[in-house]
């Protein structure tokens, strides 16, 4: 059977919004196009009762409280709030966050700004299998500690992190726990109240949702959680968020969620099972080939390997009609490797020859078979022109070259 | 990004890999570059007694361009005297190729190899050397 090029593998970036994600959104532009804050008549009262059924299946998705969710442009603007706006709420109770190295560059930046503002974050590492180590985190607390911030899963590596614990240790101690769960939810179960989440960042578009709208969840009981706004106008969201809201994004949103919520079940078991095919057959075929991230501890449709010897830009571009991503600086603007993957450990060379897959609902085995096999092939081409490989095989240790640093 | 048709082409059909004898007296190796910057460039030159270089062969890890770079240097390399070649400059293959502003290293790092692969030859071979091929970038 052949496949249709190109493949998009890199679901972790984004997603395809579900076409009947489009359909359900479609009326809300031309016909129940209504500012959902009008209140004195029908367009109005329309728009609102699509936003409120959007809310709802939100809300139920994470075990909320339709109340609880305020919604954002998307979850960059959802960390914002949740850091910044905790912050500055209980600035009189304290002044240390504690995070951790690998998050997304929405949270790291926000926690970096309030570092340069006087704030004091403790940035936890992470064990060599990507996840953080609940003793340090524990023995980071201090009286002044006001926010926790952990992702629920990875980007880049898909690493599963202990939330449930972690929102225990934060219960303990008071502290308010926020996690940026844009890459799990809709794909794993979440639970705010098990979980003891008092805080939850989520994007539509990662989720078969369309881009421009996510979520901040922020709890109302037990304990009741406030942040200050980040943005000032209308009183939205119960004040906390500004602005006309996304009404097409937001009916998408709670549409976009229904179906991940309904399909999960059987979706997690085709994915990882697409996964480890995928896994199985790229380890079985090549030597040299490591896995990034625990292998358990991790999303179904995540794998991020690193192929030693060559490097990733190049590997790329050996299978341009695949959509993936690599860690390598050469595909990044700053000309720096994957932080995230440096982070674990790994040497500089293991990061620049790393590929992320993020398989999806519009994948197929066939796919997976395409992309296996070209990737096979170029790696096996890239070798034999590659002089660490070379060097590998002539027994020479590459960690004790003496490069000729640039 | 997108890559100009010349750099493709190198790296769909890449000119002269492999290696030549790195312990023969008449062959010179370059090795530049470090794995934890992405870019790993071998380049080794062949030459005879009278100071042309008559074989050129490269092995490199690195993105396209790194590829494009070192393929086209030992395409340019046969023929040339060794004085020719310790004059090649890095510009030449920016403009050979197309290299974006952010690919420029590639083809230092393509010249360094040549510079690196003639030194070694001539250290080899007790030849004096040149200022031009010890001052490195």
Redesign the interface.
Known sequence: MTVKTPIYMDNHATTRTDPRVVEAMLPYFTETFGNAASRNHAFGWAAEEGVENARAIIAKSINADPKEVVFTSGSTEANNLAIKGIAEMYAEKGNHIITCVTEHKAVIDPCKKLERNGCNVTWLPVQKNGLIDLDQLKDSMTDKTILVSIMHANNEIGVIQPIDQIGKLCEERGITFHTDATQSVGKIPVDVQKQNVHLLSLSAHKLYGPKGVGILYVRRRKPRVRVTPILDGGGHERGMRSGTLNVTGIVGMGKALEICMEEMPTETVRLRGLRDYLRNKLTSNMTDVYENGDPVHKLPHSLNISFA???G??LL??INDVAVSSG???TSAS?E?SYVLKSLGL???LA?SSIRFGLGRFNTKEEVDYVADKLIGTVGRLR???????MHKEGID?AKVE???? | MAYSDKIIDHYNNPRNVGSLDKAANNVGTGLVGAPECGDVMKLQIQVDDAGMITDAKFKTFGCGSAIASSSLATEWLKGKSLDEAIALKNTAIVEELNLPPIKIHCSVLAEDAIKAAIKDYMEKNNLAVPAELTAHH
């Open positions: 010897f060559v490097e830009e190049s571009m050996g390598s600086a050469c000309l490797p040497g500089d060379e620049h034999e022109m590659s002089p660490l490989y070379e590459l490069w000729a640093h640039h």
